[in-house]
């Protein structure tokens, strides 16, 4: 895992792995408090493919509980990649919302998502 800093209004922690990172809520937080404690950073990016393909099926609620977790700790997430393959509308109706809020984003690029956290972490 290689983290790096980015970002114009604010330093945006961009996780850049080939690895799978997050395959249940332990593993998001214990990721979570990993870049807090080594960047003080409470901005990530990470790629789509760090998540368990369960975190996209919503029936298992671990996206749900990936994500008050990360509100609870106050932390704002930016995942992109290729969502077309979900053909699940609950899925896409999510990924709509969150697109809408200001702490969840899915988003195509890694440049996507870093403009999406640098943009709402200016707005502060």
């Not at 080939?18 to 901005?43: K, P």
Request: proline share 2%; with cysteine.
């Amino acid at each position: 895992m290689n983290i790096v800093i980015m970002g114009n209004n604010q330093d945006i922690a961009v996780i850049r792995s080939n690895d799978l990172l997050i395959t249940d809520l332990q593993s998001a937080l214990d990721l979570a408090m990993t870049v807090s404690y080594e960047t003080g950073l409470h901005n990530l990016v990470l790629p789509k493919t760090c998540f368990t393909n369960d975190f996209f099926v919503l029936s298992t609620r671990l996206a749900g509980d990936v994500l008050q977790k990360y509100i609870n700790y106050a932390f704002k997430l930016a995942v992109w990649g290729d969502y077309s393959v979900h053909s699940s509308k609950p899925l896409h109706d999510f990924i709509y919302e969150s697109n809408n809020g200001r702490d969840f984003f899915f988003v195509g690029t890694e440049s996507e998502a870093v403009e999406k956290l640098d943009r709402v972490s200016g707005l502060r």
